[in-house]
């Protein structure tokens, strides 16, 4: 069972550009969630993507936005970037028809603003 | 909108001690509660799942308790090893349609040889 796979694993950006990173969910899994985790602080939801589908966001502009594939890969797409925007970024996949809907973190990508 | 708490902030404790790590959440309507350990600049490695049904979970030296009534959770990890040194972050499964996880600021654990 191939686990979730996150690119890049680092990344720079100064402010004003626009980045897109990329996850690919677990084998089988049909749903991803994007968090961002700034310095010091737990992961916050970014949004989550059902069948090609956006099924939630969190409290975040609209400059990030999100595409899932057909394979259930995803993208997370931040334009106009701001200092703020330095932070860890992590993709989670699960299969909500499973029982324990458990989620399952990629290594995240770790995007620097300057 | 659910909060999640941690408590404490950090905590350092010798080797070989048994150590419990506090969660509280304000919204009782959850799906489950995850906790989760990350190292450094790493991402998050699932430790344990507790159903909204159940009461606890556990593995190997790691036992999580679940009260959904007072809103709080505990992880008891027994005969710590410096190995155990990571941040421990718990989060609530929402019941919502979205299953998105609201988590904790974590607690730091230094376990000392």
């Known amino acids: 069972e191939t686990g979730v796979t996150q690119s890049p694993t680092h990344l720079i950006k100064t402010r004003g550009q626009q980045v897109t990173l990329r996850c690919s969910s677990q084998?089988?899994?049909?749903?991803v969630s994007w968090y961002q985790q700034a310095l010091g602080q737990g992961p916050q939801f970014i949004f989550q993507?059902?069948?090609?589908?956006?099924?939630g966001r969190g409290n975040f502009p609209p400059r990030f936005s999100g595409l899932q594939f057909p394979n259930y890969s995803s993208e997370l797409n931040v334009n106009a970037l701001e200092l703020d925007d330095s932070a860890l970024y992590l993709c989670?996949?699960?299969?909500?028809?499973?029982?324990?809907?458990?989620?399952?973190f990629g290594p995240g990508t770790r995007l620097t603003v300057l | 909108k659910q909060e999640v708490t941690q408590i404490p902030a950090a905590l350092s404790v010798p080797e070989g001690e048994n150590l419990v790590l506090n969660c509280s959440f304000t919204?009782?309507?959850?799906?489950?509660l995850q906790w989760f350990r990350q190292d450094p600049g790493k991402g998050l490695t699932s430790l344990l799942l507790?159903?909204?049904?159940?009461r606890e979970q556990t593995s190997g030296r790691l036992n999580a308790s679940l009260d959904k009534s007072s809103g709080r959770s505990t992880l008891y990890i027994a005969a710590s090893q410096p190995g155990d040194s990571a941040t421990y972050l718990c989060?609530?499964?929402?019941?919502?349609?979205?299953?998105?996880?609201?988590f904790g600021s974590g607690t730091q654990l230094t376990v000392l040889p």
């Open positions: 084998s089988g899994h049909n749903t």
């Open positions: 507790i159903q909204s049904s159940q």
């Open positions: 993507y059902y069948r090609e589908e956006e099924n």
């Open positions: 989060a609530a499964l929402d019941s919502g349609s979205a299953r998105q996880l609201t």
């Open positions: 919204d009782s309507a959850i799906y489950n």
């Open positions: 989670a996949s699960s299969l909500p028809s499973r029982l324990y809907n458990e989620q399952f």
